[in-house]
């Protein structure tokens, strides 16, 4: 996939995570998620701060991935939708260094599947290319040996199931039909 194809699926998966962050509210931030330990605000707080994140890197700094995101009461889709648009445009840019922007749709994909189950939300509407281009790079580059805890053992998909159940899946969530 050429590099302006990678970058619009890239801003395509931004979109839609955004979109699914204007479905959090404030009673719901105790829910449980798909990701072990974490509740709906923990998923949400980390999904806000992994734009800023990854921008980070983009300019050749590196983040600090264990530090606890900034906690929301509200609000996260705005806050989400800023840190997506900085991010796009040191993507953008030529010299945005050795990122690849294929990983960053990967772990936008992976944690639309998280945030989508979490409101109790489909993810049938959602666009297929943006898991399958993240599942390609996630088949092509994850080796068991650097699963860890963010990413258990692959499990299976479910028969029938979409784009974002398979590389849920692949991630290491238990994916049911």
């Known amino acids: 996939m050429s590099g302006e194809a990678t970058l619009s699926v890239l801003a395509r998966s931004l979109d839609q995570l955004g ?27 980390h999904i806000v701060a992994a734009p800023g994140k990854f921008t980070v890197m983009a300019r050749g700094e590196q983040p600090d991935w264990s530090a606890a995101p900034q906690h929301f009461e509200k609000g996260w889709a705005p806050a989400f939708r800023s840190a997506a648009d900085d991010l796009m445009q ?26 989508a189950h979490a409101l109790g939300r489909s993810t049938s509407d959602l666009d297929p290319e943006v898991a399958g281009h993240g599942l390609e790079f996630m088949r092509a580059n994850l080796r068991a040996e650097m699963r860890g805890e ?13 784009a974002y159940d398979a590389i849920a899946a692949f991630a290491g969530r238990t994916v049911s039909a």
């Open 19 to 45: 979109d699914l962050l204007g479905h959090v509210s404030a009673v719901q931030l105790d829910a449980r998620t798909p990701c072990a330990d974490w509740t709906l605000g923990d998923l949400a707080d």
């Open 90 to 115: 040191v993507v953008g840019q030529k010299d945005a260094g050795s990122m690849d922007p294929a990983w960053m749709t990967a772990e936008f994909a992976v944690h639309t599947w998280d945030l």
């Open 150 to 162: 963010t990413f258990g053992p692959e499990q299976p998909a479910p028969e029938g199931g979409d």
